[in-house]
């Protein structure tokens, strides 16, 4: 049979013509993919994933380019939604004077493509930054597992990107809500490493319905990993944090080089202090991960507290560190924004100098000291690049001023400058806006 080659030829050009291109880089054939873990978060199945490493895939770059950005506000998906996406895949284009008149005729405020520029070209990897292995963190969960089956409490894991809660289903949306919340908050306004932040398998949040059911769990964790809890050479003092924590409504596990779970008996806290709670614990998790051994010290209850902040619109949370023996202390309970206290105290000359500040731990700090190292945290992460670079240095050692001081250029005395005029200047933010 004779080819008829004209036909034949035709009829690859119009082959061609409806072919689809191969996607240019920086852009992704379907639809933008959906949050990691989105499917496991509604089934409240676990992920074995290793969080810590970039995803291998095909090779393919999945970061957003703008034309990515120009596909996804012609199919209506909201500029704040685009900034969490570009956050958390990653971005591939400059943010040159001409893409961010495009970024304006496409509907983003000034502080919407300012997030976009600083937003790393680097896809978000949850745990990327934590000094624990894959292994380390499987164990983790898998224990986590155990006691939540030993202690029989009607309890299910629901899975965020960076945490996994713990709670009966009909508390889980409330509290998940919040913490995707602070952790889209992580994701945009924070730099490495707290971007990438936290894993899922070794940070749990756990909140019990009731006391009876709290101490049953309390129970079912010191049955099966008391002997973490315990200090050395100090059995009174182990037999009373026991004590203790069975009549009490929190346990977190402040150890020597670790803090991956928070369990709250959220029946006998209002719904408000719980959700504080929640927020203030997964940002402190969030500082010890990352930073390294807990300190309880002013940058970490500040960091605690920030993300409070980010949840609940101000700060309240207070830890206390006792020892054995040690009643309970007054902290102090003064009702004003914590900026306005910080604020009074040094207009009379009464702040803490921050060389002492930084020494102090939960053991002896009061309201004042816990909101000083708040304020000093917000004027930190005014420069989320340094204030990322801050927790590593204090990771390898530094004291906070070295680290401080190694990161920023400020000595105690150029710090104290610059934190005093913060505080000023937030203070008459908190006056003028005293909602």
Request: one cysteine or more; charged letters at 30%.
């Amino acid at each position: 049979m004779r080819l008829d080659y004209r036909a034949l030829w035709a009829a690859c050009i119009a082959l061609a013509a409806v072919w689809p291109l191969p996607p240019a880089r920086g852009q992704q054939e379907g639809p933008i993919r959906p949050k990691p873990d989105t499917a496991a978060a509604q089934t409240g199945e676990q992920s074995t994933e290793d969080a810590t490493k970039p995803p291998e895939g095909d090779g393919k770059d999945t970061r957003l380019a703008l034309k990515d950005i120009q596909r996804l506000r012609h199919e209506r998906v909201s500029p704040e939604q685009v900034v969490e996406n570009v956050a958390e895949q990653g971005r591939a284009f400059e943010v040159t004077a001409e893409v961010a008149g495009e970024l304006r005729r496409l509907g983003f405020r000034p502080a919407q493509i300012d997030a976009i520029k600083d937003s790393s070209s680097e896809p978000l990897v949850p745990g990327k930054w934590l000094t624990t292995s894959d292994e380390q963190r499987n164990q983790i969960l898998k224990e986590m597992k155990q006691v939540a089956i030993k202690s029989k409490a009607a309890i299910e894991p629901m899975e965020s990107q960076h945490v996994t809660l713990w709670a009966a289903k009909e508390t889980q949306k409330t509290y998940l809500r919040d913490v995707q919340k602070l952790e889209k908050f992580f994701h945009t306004k924070c730099a490495e490493p707290i971007r990438s932040g936290l894993d899922k398998r070794s940070t749990h949040i756990v909140l019990l319905k009731d006391h009876a059911e709290y101490q049953a769990w309390c129970r079912a964790m010191f049955d099966l990993f008391g002997e973490r809890f315990d200090e050395k050479d100090n059995p009174g003092g182990n037999a009373e944090f026991r004590s203790r924590a069975l009549k009490g409504w929190e346990l977190n596990w402040w150890a020597s080089d670790w803090w991956h779970f928070s369990a709250i008996s959220v029946g006998e806290v209002s719904p408000e202090w719980a959700r504080r709670e929640v927020a203030a614990n997964v940002g402190g998790m969030c500082f010890v991960q990352l930073a390294g051994p807990p300190r309880c010290d002013p940058l970490e209850t500040g960091f605690a507290d920030s993300a409070e902040a980010a949840v609940a619109g101000w700060p309240s949370v207070m830890y206390s560190k006792r020892n054995y023996h040690e009643e309970d202390r007054n902290l102090g309970a003064d009702s004003r924004a914590w900026v306005l206290l910080v604020e009074q105290r040094m207009a009379m000359h009464r702040a803490t100098p921050l060389g002492k500040l930084l020494e102090m731990d939960t053991h002896n700090m009061l309201q004042p000291h816990f909101a000083e190292g708040w304020t000093l945290v917000g004027l930190l992460n005014k420069q989320p690049v340094k204030f990322g670079k801050l927790l590593l240095a204090i990771r390898e050692g530094d004291s906070e001023l070295k680290a401080i001081e190694k990161v920023y250029g400020w000595d105690e005395k150029k710090l104290t400058q610059q934190w005093r005029a913060y505080v000023m200047g937030q203070g008459k933010k908190a006056v003028r806006n005293p909602d």
